[in-house]
């Protein structure tokens, strides 16, 4: 694989240049179900998440303006706030801390808004893990790549609240 030659690992914008390419040329020539969208009502994906969203540490609150699907692939919208969900879960229970986890859907738009203490947003790298050795956690850093933000149409943008963290996803909805 072209993008794992020392060149690329040394200099970040020639990787990501590549890897821009490689994500035109899978999208170009594979047609798989991962890459397919459709109308995804967030009420139904917020509902298959019962068994993460009740946890002792976590006082769960989804609200929604509307009920307007989002045009996004189903998998990559369950798997992305099923992540941020454990993420803040994760958080607070090792701070022994009871969190207030909120969703709110409006329109295009999933904000997930917690106060678990948030953490060091500028620390996200591409491809690495800021978890302990052994633990996964490359999803997050993978999410908010710009590559793979177009290939699935939508932006991830994360802030640090001061008590905690909010992601906002934006789905294109062309």
Do not use: W
Not at 123 to 137: F, L, N, P, T
């Amino acid at each position: 694989m072209r993008l794992s030659k020392k060149e690329y690992r040394e200099n970040l914008p020639k990787f990501l240049e590549v890897y821009d390419e490689c994500v035109a040329d899978i999208m170009v020539n594979i047609n798989l179900d991962i890459f397919t969208t459709t109308e995804v009502n967030i009420n139904d994906i917020i509902n298959k998440m019962v068994n993460v969203t009740r946890h002792p540490n976590i006082n769960f609150i989804f609200e929604h303006e509307d009920n307007q699907a989002i045009n996004a692939n189903a998998n990559i919208v369950y798997s992305t706030i099923k992540n941020l969900i454990e993420n803040s879960i994760e958080a607070a229970t090792r701070k022994g801390n009871i969190l207030n986890l909120s969703i709110v859907k409006y329109e295009n738009i999933i904000e997930i808004i917690d106060d678990c203490g948030g953490f060091d947003i500028s620390g996200i790298k591409i491809g690495h893990s800021s978890k302990k050795s052994g633990e996964h956690g490359i999803f997050l850093s993978t999410i908010i790549d710009p590559a793979v933000n177009k290939m699935f149409g939508f932006t991830v943008d994360m802030y640090n609240t001061g008590t905690g963290t909010r992601t906002v996803l934006r789905f294109n909805n062309t």
